[in-house]
């Protein structure tokens, strides 16, 4: 787009530009007064010659694209505005009669209607109810508040980086501390840690840390087993720092056993974060069955963060399940879970989701300077 000069504005739109965790097609708003002159040019540099306006397209054969023409700019950010919201939200926040100002953005239409401007993210009609509660008035999460990297993987259990190569990636990130969270030993199909590995490491973590002159902290991504407990032992579990509660198996547990399951490991005094809460996979797996209202209540009765597990495949807290989350007080952790130092990149979709439930830096545990976090993991 940019490098079409007759092409006056232009920006995406529809469910990328509202951060949807799944994306159907990608749609832009572009204004040009020589409609046809940037046509030829689009079909050219796309190589889509059958491409036109308002139609959707085949780009490469797998992704769909739908490029909306406004002429003037009025009609442009009002195109903007319906296009970006979910259906139900646009309709009742209806901007569809023509606006008969001068309109030099979307804050310029919610201003016309009377309404206070909501973020492209959270135009979804589950807001609605919430919308004059001042903590959802939008969010001021961004990637460069993030100060600490949680939950990655290293090549001591399946991921392709050693510790040295993540943790360097991360502090060319900008991240001032780490917790590696590697698996553990009843993850046996990811390598997880042997007792006797988790000392090995610890040494690791300290040569590391002294050489990159950096504090890394011990953590560890612990299975929670079919009953609720943790797979090392309480005991054992006072090796660690930090800990990341997760399920990795028995998926399909009823939903009174698995809701048990989940809460009893919240309630360890060990769990710092209940790793990806719901166990999706999008367009693979789903949820599987629990009552994450109880779940997320009893996160907050244990001072245990939600986990926003930002990898693309995941997503995981659902940004839906947010807004209750955030409601009654939850703290947060937006973590990569990479298994390589590219994969440290996903944070980025994780704050996408999380900008979308509303949230706050505040809120996330991330956000904390390191003697906070250090006073964070000493809390119970
Ligand atoms: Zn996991
Ligand atoms: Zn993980």
């Not at 597990?309 to 807290?317: C, E, I, K, P, V």
Request: charged share 30%.
């Amino acid at each position: 787009m940019r490098s079409i000069s007759k092409i006056e504005l232009f920006s995406v739109s529809g469910d990328f530009r509202r951060s949807m965790e799944v994306i159907s097609q990608l749609e832009f708003v572009i204004m040009t007064k020589d409609t046809a002159t940037v046509l030829t040019e689009l079909r050219d540099v796309l190589a889509l010659p059958d491409l036109e306006y308002g139609t959707v397209s085949s780009y490469k054969g797998k992704t769909k694209l739908l490029i909306h023409l406004e002429e003037e700019q009025a009609g442009f950010f009002r195109k903007l505005y319906t296009t970006t919201g979910s259906s139900e939200f646009v309709q009742k926040y209806d901007a569809k009669i023509s606006i008969g100002k001068e309109v030099n953005s979307e804050v310029d239409i919610f201003d016309y209607f009377g309404f206070e401007y909501i973020i492209p993210e959270m135009r979804e009609a589950g807001l609605l109810p919430r919308i004059h509660d001042a903590r959802f008035e939008g969010s001021d999460l961004f990637p460069e508040d993030f100060k600490g990297c949680f939950h990655f993987h290293t090549n001591y259990s399946d991921g392709s980086n050693t510790l040295q190569e993540m943790v360097s990636a991360g502090i060319a990130m900008g991240y001032d501390y780490f917790a590696v969270c590697d698996h553990s030993k009843a993850s046996f199909q990811a390598n997880g840690l042997s007792e006797e590995r988790v000392f090995q490491q610890k040494e690791e973590i300290s040569r590391v840390a002294d050489a990159l002159g950096v504090t890394i902290f011990h953590g560890i991504e612990a299975d929670i087993l079919r009953d609720g407990t943790l797979d090392y032992g309480d005991e054992f579990l006072n090796n660690f720092d930090f800990v990341v509660a997760s399920i990795h198996s028995r998926f399909s547990q009823n939903k009174e056993d698995m809701t048990a399951r989940i809460i009893r490991a919240v309630e360890n005094r060990h769990a710092d974060v209940l790793g990806h809460p719901s166990g999706r996979i999008l367009l693979e797996r789903p949820e599987f069955e629990a009552d994450f209202d109880k779940i997320i209540d009893a996160c907050k009765a244990n001072d245990v963060a939600l986990e926003i597990n930002a990898s693309a495949y995941r997503l995981d807290l659902d940004w839906r399940r947010i807004y209750r989350a955030r409601e009654i007080g939850c703290k947060f952790s937006i973590n990569p879970d990479a298994h390589s130092t590219t994969q440290l990149k996903s944070v980025e979709y994780g704050i996408r989701i999380a900008r979308k439930g509303g949230m706050d830096r505040n809120e996330v545990i991330n956000c904390l300077a390191l003697d906070e976090f250090r006073q964070f993991i000493r809390r119970k």
